[in-house]
T-cell receptor
Framework: DGGITQSPKYLFRKEGQNVTLSCEQNLNHDAMYWYRQDPGQGLRLIYYSQIVNDFQKGDIAEGYSVSREKKESFPLTVTSAQKNPTAFYLC????????????FGPGTRLTVT | AQRVTQPEKLLSVFKGAPVELKCNYSYSGSPELFWYVQYSRQRLQLLLRHISRESIKGFTADLNKGETSFHLKKPFAQEEDSAMYYCALSGSAGANNLFFGTGTRLTVIP
């Protein structure tokens, strides 16, 4: 079954703990993205990666970190430095530069208390 | 800086009525515009892009550079059109980052 997967669907953490969200794709896509979705604010880009071992900050990268060691995987770590981490996180992928269609995962809802 | 504005958070229309979801953008160069849709319990997915000039599920959208708009239209709304719609913009050539609007939730009343 091809596609992009995110796990877990729901995640709960205590304040002060780092947490890593998983994103995997078997579409052979070069580019991958992480977005944050908050009520009334649409999707905001956190980080993106156009090729393996390379990634760039998006609009709201502070308090987050990523890695891209494999083409298929683009994990996002929400660190304790993120002031308001509770949100819905969406991962996406696309075939590469100038490929404007992004394929989205089902999302992970993170709640930090 | 890029900006996408969707002025309506909520829009309700009756089945069979025309529907228009508004999108305005701000970008200094030549943008690529898209509409993404999220149906209930489904993933966000591409609906249409302006460069294709296509009609998908009866929806069309025309890029108006003079008014910097990319409104999504359908002449006769159907119940299955009820969803969350996001307008998105891609800017600089060679960059495939999307800037999303805040979304409009469309409800089609039977």
């Amino acid at each position: 079954d091809g596609g992009i997967t995110q796990s877990p669907k729901y995640l709960f953490r205590k304040e002060g703990q780092n947490v890593t969200l998983s994103c995997e794709q078997n579409l052979n896509h070069d580019a991958m993205y992480w977005y944050r979705q908050d009520p009334g604010q649409g999707l905001r880009l956190i980080y993106y990666s156009q090729i393996v071992n390379d990634f760039q900050k998006g609009d709201i990268a502070e308090g987050y970190s990523v890695s891209r060691e494999k083409k298929e995987s683009f994990p996002l770590t929400v660190t304790s430095a993120q002031k308001n981490p509770t949100a819905f996180y969406l991962c996406a992928s696309s075939t590469g530069p100038l490929a404007y269609e992004q394929y989205f995962g089902p999302g992970t809802r993170l709640t930090v208390t | 800086a890029q900006r996408v504005t969707q002025p309506e958070k909520l829009l309700s229309v009756f089945k069979g009525a025309p529907v228009e979801l508004k999108c305005n953008y701000s970008y200094s160069g030549s943008p690529e515009l898209f509409w993404y849709v999220q149906y209930s319990r489904q993933r966000l997915q591409l609906l249409l892009r302006h460069i294709s000039r296509e009609s998908i599920k009866g929806f069309t959208a025309d890029l108006n550079k003079g008014e910097t708009s990319f409104h999504l239209k359908k002449p006769f709304a159907q119940e299955e059109d009820s969803a969350m719609y996001y307008c998105a913009l891609s800017g600089s050539a060679g960059a495939n980052n999307l800037f999303f609007g805040t979304g409009t939730r469309l409800t089609v009343i039977p």
